[in-house]
């Protein structure tokens, strides 16, 4: 059986924290192991600075800025790399070189698709530096570029998976790769449509490719290796006193993730839950430490789990007439709702209004209020909280939300949400 590990940008991000992940997979170098990995922390917002300069026709920015992500990358395999610098310096030119014919040419299509471009060589540049690192400490990687293997749409910056044809290479190409080589490095966030054109997964992206691969090879279970002991029931940096959970299944982290969570998007568990896969999160910093076990099994008794969102906005949209909201005004709303790609927070129905809690995104949210005009007054109220608390008790609602007055009030059985003024 193979096991699918997962590394994201912050484990990696340093000489030492390479060097620990070395140690993590010689501790499991007995069983065959596919590694997805991400771009080095930092590295994907300045891949980002580059798309942009560069689709401002500022050419010239756009290639020192890349230049400094080079130099960065470079400066690090001279630290970790003696016998490999030289095949990992071929390579990575010629991946450098490739990048540069776009970024000294004129932007003729749409944003995404540059954005796509650019942005997945953070994918490849880690890639390439951490297999050569295996190589160097005697662990025989193989790096594949998961562009030969993932096939999507082109739906740039969120492209949908492409399954037949992916586990069609999955099981001639990668599934041999790891018979043999037992250890195959490679990228996390990125696919490649039928025209060879880079498209990137989305939010949480590299999470998801370790499912579909995870899926597709039938493995015995995903590790996401992360900086924290185990998933928490609440944000650290916002609830000092939150716990880790040992054990959790699939619904209950698809319903952390709709609330706000962040923990694993719903898109990383379906694959797995499909398959019958349990995740493993746990702590690159302490590798004995146990982490959290999700998977299918009935979830015993949690914590209560609290989720603070901060920077929302409420949109109230109210008849012009007084009619009641019904199915045809409510149908056109959630219309525009997806002509702009928008999902509320929460959302309340009365006789009149309907009313609804979005991130704010100021444009979408100028947009969604002038398009809804035509058939409702519209009122927003910006820089409010939405704080929810799953498996609630009245000792919870007392501690965290105390004297506090809410603009709208939610509550089921498991879960209660307070939208308030920050």
Known sequence: MMEVFKFGGASINSIERIQNVVSIVKNHEKQPLLLVVSAMGKTTNALEKVAEAF???????????????????????????????????????????????????????????????????????STLLIAHTFRENGLPAEWLDVRDVLKTDNNFRDAGILWEETGSITESLLKPMLQNKKLVVTQGFIGCTDENESTTLGREGSDYSAAIFANLLRAEKVTIWKD?????????????????????????????????????????IKPLFNAGIPLQVKSFLDPNLKGTLIEGKKQGALPPILIRKSKQVLLTFHTKDFSFVGEKPV????????????????????????????????????????????????????????????????????????????????????????????
């Open 55 to 125: 689709f401002e026709n500022k050419q010239g920015e756009a290639l020192q800025l890349f230049e400094q992500i080079k130099t960065q990358h470079l400066n690090m395999a001279k630290y970790l790399l003696v016998k490999e610098f030289l095949s990992f310096s071929a390579a990575f030119g010629d991946i450098c070189t490739e990048a540069e014919w776009l970024l000294h040419d004129r932007p003729v299509r749409g944003f995404d698709y540059y954005y796509d471009q650019i942005v997945c060589l953070g994918e490849l540049f």
């Open 331 to 422: 149908g056109q709303w959630y219309a525009i709702l997806e002509k702009l790609h928008m999902r509320p927070n929460l959302t309340q129905n009365g006789a009149v209004r309907l009313m609804a809690v979005f991130d704010d995104h100021p444009e979408k949210i100028g947009q969604l209020a002038g398009e809804a005009e035509s058939i409702f007054d519209v009122i927003v109220q910006k820089d409010l909280t939405l704080f929810t608390i799953r498996h609630y008790t009245q000792e919870a609602i007392q501690q965290y939300l105390g004297n506090k007055k809410p603009f709208l009030v939610q509550q089921t059985p498991e879960t209660v949400q307070y939208l308030f003024a920050e």
């Open 228 to 268: 924290v002991d185990a998933v928490l029931n609440a944000d650290p940096k916002q609830f000092p006193e939150a716990v880790p959970m040992a054990n959790l299944n699939y619904d209950e982290v698809v319903e952390m993730a709709y609330y706000g969570a962040q923990v694993i998007h719903p898109k990383t």
